[in-house]
């Protein structure tokens, strides 16, 4: 799902406004134009199942830790991006995203 919201919206009430129609399966969220500070607040507020965010022009995997539920976020450097994309994105079952990222 790519999402772009107007400058000058809040983006907490923006995501609580699109929290119920989100898909359950959803594993990929790409975002443009989102003045975001922590990227983990964003799969906190709504997006429970994304395993790959993209925001602008960075990438982060979001790593789930079983032991205590916690979230950690992985930032892709830029070459991950441009050379290893496909293969990251199969290993985390967002294949579908390939285009997003290109």
């Not at 969220?29 to 003045?35: A, D, E, L, S, Y």
Request: charged fraction near 20%; glycine fraction near 4%; aromatic fraction near 10%.
């Amino acid at each position: 799902m790519d999402i772009m919201v107007p400058p000058a919206e809040d983006l907490l009430l923006f995501i609580n406004q699109l929290r119920p129609g989100v898909p359950p399966l959803l594993t990929f969220i790409g975002m443009t134009n989102f003045p975001i500070r922590s990227v983990i607040n964003v799969i906190d507020q709504g997006f429970s199942n994304v395993r790959l965010v993209r925001i602008d022009d960075n990438v982060w995997s979001v790593i789930r830790l079983d032991s205590d539920g916690s979230i950690e976020m992985e930032q892709w450097p830029y070459r991950r991006i441009k050379y290893h994309s496909a293969v990251w994105l199969e290993f985390l079952g967002c294949e579908d995203a390939i285009w997003h990222l290109v």
